[in-house]
């Protein structure tokens, strides 16, 4: 009679795709197309948690090479967590080494895409908690900030892709390097963004030093009104954090 | 109500999905207690951990997981539980549960129920598992029957003598998915009335209703779909030897509008008034 840890292994073969369904089913003695159902909804799930992450960059690729890709890396990646989610986290570094290794159906943007679109759900779920006006004492960065480094721009495109455009030219890397900002919005619990321009990063680096804008702009040698106008959106933003008025 | 192995009559629920976070709270006089599936929760800030913390405010609520792996020949998931412990704590949930099976083995998570062998060193294992998480968790744990599609050569008794002799080994409550009762029975063929009758009813402390897909050769249990007038007779049987259960509707798939839901929900509740009016009247 067959073990429990015997009874898990065969499983396990049939659902990581490493014993046909039949042989499987043969040493188990069930029915195949039954045990199949097993072997395609496990690999379902993990191409589900894919389809729902990386929605953009699905659309991109279309059908064929993004049914080819998933399937390559659950077959590479079995996930370890019982977090279903988290089977995508590895998704964005397995496809840059893919473009690397000259994958023809890949582009850089694409990568720069999956890392975008991986980071865009890490800050919608962030642990960090936002603190509300009333605790403050004064100001702070959101706690959600994500700075992410990207190969080529993203920001701009996505932001037409929010906006519906969908026949827009890939970004390219000759186009240079982004930093982009990625946090959750306060008041929506939505994830925004932002290419990281000097503004705002100067609002981010006042907020962290707990400076007072006009100080700031001193130190930097600004004008206090554009000092001040910046800091006055990055709040306006979410993207720092400003007591209430007393 | 009388409590049932301590716990208490909730009334009629629902699973708390992320799909009616905005509109769910408007509707609270028509929802008794909501259920939480962990792992939508655990490691997640924003919304979904707001959210979830403001339900526990408004409604009793249960946590119910599906990767906590019982019957698993790997050892229990250590961060998994202290995560699962600590959310325990932090909605005040009355009880927690998952299935009877396992959904990981050798490293490798596969987000799905897979069944275990009925044997008694299947039951032996699990057992002393569950004594572990039930004292882990800090509140009352409950075993549910799973869907199953396959059969194993290796099994020594029936789902039914598997059940009760792992939950009556563990000490513990039975989560009973009255859908789940009606799918394995016509996928294996088997009585559904005299499966729930081989159950110690007594450690029902609540019940889940869903829908599935029958495409004419297997059942699946897709928790997509209404509630089939077959399972609510099914239900209205089991709650006739039962007494009152805390019910559940479980709708995961193709995740309606809310007022559907709560329809759906009302149609539960009927069923259970009119069968516990007639038992008490
Ligand atoms: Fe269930």
């Known amino acids: 009679m067959a073990t429990l840890r015997q009874v898990q292994a065969l499983m396990h073969r049939v659902i990581r795709e490493e014993l046909p369904v039949a042989a499987g089913a043969a040493e188990l003695g069930c029915d195949p197309g039954r045990l199949d159902i097993y072997r395609r909804f496990v690999a379902g ?12 960059l699905m659309t991109l690729l279309g059908p064929e090479r993004w049914g080819r890709l998933t399937r390559a890396f659950y077959a590479e990646m079995p996930p370890s967590s019982w ?27 694409h990568v720069a895409l999956a890392s975008w679109e991986w980071e865009e759900f890490a800050t919608y779920v962030h642990e960090a908690e936002i603190p509300s006006p009333d605790a403050l ?29 969908r ?33 705002l990063l100067f609002a981010v680096s006042v907020a962290h030093q707990g400076l007072d804008p006009a100080d700031a702009a001193r130190a930097h040698g600004l004008p206090e009104e554009a000092a001040r106008e910046a800091f006055g959106r990055a709040a306006r933003m979410g993207l720092v954090l400003t007591p209430s008025a007393r | 109500m009388t409590a049932r192995m301590g716990l208490p009559f909730l009334g009629y629920g629902v699973g708390l999905r992320r799909a009616h976070f905005d509109g769910i709270f408007e509707a609270r006089d028509r929802v008794d207690f909501v259920e939480v599936l962990v792992e939508n929760v655990m490691g997640f ?6 959210v979830t913390l403001r339900a526990a405010k408004t409604w009793p609520m249960v946590l119910h997981g599906v990767a906590l792996s019982i019957g698993s020949v790997d050892p229990l998931d250590e961060a998994y539980l202290e995560r699962y412990a600590s959310l325990c704590e932090a909605t005040g949930a009355l009880w927690a549960s998952d299935h009877l099976c396992f959904s990981s083995a050798f490293g490798v998570e596969y987000h799905d129920l897979v069944p275990l062998p009925f044997t008694d060193e299947a039951v032996a294992h699990v057992i002393e598992r569950t004594r572990t998480v039930q004292a ?29 002799e792992v939950l009556v080994g563990a000490d513990c409550g039975l989560l009973l998915d009255v859908n789940n009762v009606y799918v394995n029975a016509r996928n294996h063929g088997y009585d559904p009335r005299a499966f729930i009758d081989a159950l110690p009813l007594e450690r029902v402390v609540q019940i889940h209703m869903a829908g599935h897909h029958d495409d004419g050769t297997v059942i699946i249990d897709t928790h997509g779909d209404h509630v089939i007038p077959e399972v609510l007779d099914l239900y209205a049987w089991t709650l006739e030897r039962t007494g009152p259960v805390s019910t559940l509707l479980e709708w995961d798939n193709d995740i309606p509008p809310l007022d559907v839901l709560l329809a759906e929900n009302d149609a539960i509740r009927a069923v259970g008034e009119r069968v516990l009016g007639a038992c008490s009247g």
């Open chain 2, 136 to 164: 882990r968790l800090g509140v009352p744990f409950a075993l549910e029957n799973p869907s199953y599609y396959i059969a194993y050569d290796a099994s020594t008794m029936s789902e039914a003598e598997f059940l009760r």
């Open chain 1, 83 to 109: 977090e279903l989610n988290e089977a995508a986290r590895p998704f964005p570094g397995w496809l840059s080494e893919r473009e690397q290794a000259g994958d023809e159906a890949l582009v850089p943007f």
């Open chain 1, 167 to 199: 026949d827009l030219p890939l970004p390219t890397r000759d186009q240079g390097p982004e930093v982009a900002l990625l946090w959750r919005r306060p008041d929506t619990g939505r994830v925004a963004f932002h290419q990281a321009i000097d503004d």
């Open chain 2, 45 to 50: 800030g924003g919304r979904p951990r707001d």
């Open chain 1, 45 to 56: 799930h993990v191409r589900t948690a894919l389809d729902k992450n990386f929605p953009v």
């Open chain 1, 137 to 165: 004492a004064g100001p702070v960065v959101n706690p959600t900030l994500s700075i992410l480094e990207l190969p080529c721009p993203v920001a701009a495109f996505m932001a037409r892709w929010v906006e519906g455009c």
